[in-house]
Nanobody
Framework: VQLQASGGGLVQPGGSLRLSCAAS????????MGWFRQRPGKEREFVAGVSRGGSVTNYGDSVKGRFTISRDNTKNTVYLQMNSMKPDDTAVYYC????????????????WGQGTQVTVSS
């Protein structure tokens, strides 16, 4: 499956941004989807994941209550709504697809998008 992330940009602290990730090539609903991010000088970390049908979601501790992951299987797209953003959210954000069920690790995801830069700054 091929993944194309979009929606990154510059946002002020406290602001919102929505990322999208469009999938193609294989049946989108066969995959659990996730968002990861890589902050400068740090390892790639789990941000959020959503089950194949969209009913089960989970989040990294640093974004819980602020970010929301969702998917639209009719549009082959997964979203990440980011609210109350902080400078520490500045990172390159990646969407990823997994054949597993509960993965939160990079190694659990076989397919990756190209990444989109998000910068939170005044």
């Amino acid at each position: 499956v091929q993944l194309q992330a979009s929606g990154g940009g510059l946002v002020q602290p406290g602001g919102s941004l929505r990322l999208s990730c469009a999938a193609s090539g294989r049946t989108f609903s066969n995959y659990r989807m996730g968002w990861f991010r890589q902050r400068p000088g740090k390892e790639r970390e789990f941000v959020a994941g959503v089950s194949r049908g969209g009913s089960v979601t989970n989040y990294g501790d640093s974004v819980k209550g602020r970010f929301t992951i969702s998917r639209d299987n009719t549009k082959n797209t997964v979203y990440l709504q980011m609210n109350s953003m902080k400078p520490d959210d500045t990172a390159v954000y990646y969407c990823a697809a997994s054949s597993g069920y509960n993965g939160r690790a990079v190694r659990d995801y076989a397919y990756w998008g190209q990444g989109t830069q998000v910068t939170v700054s005044s």
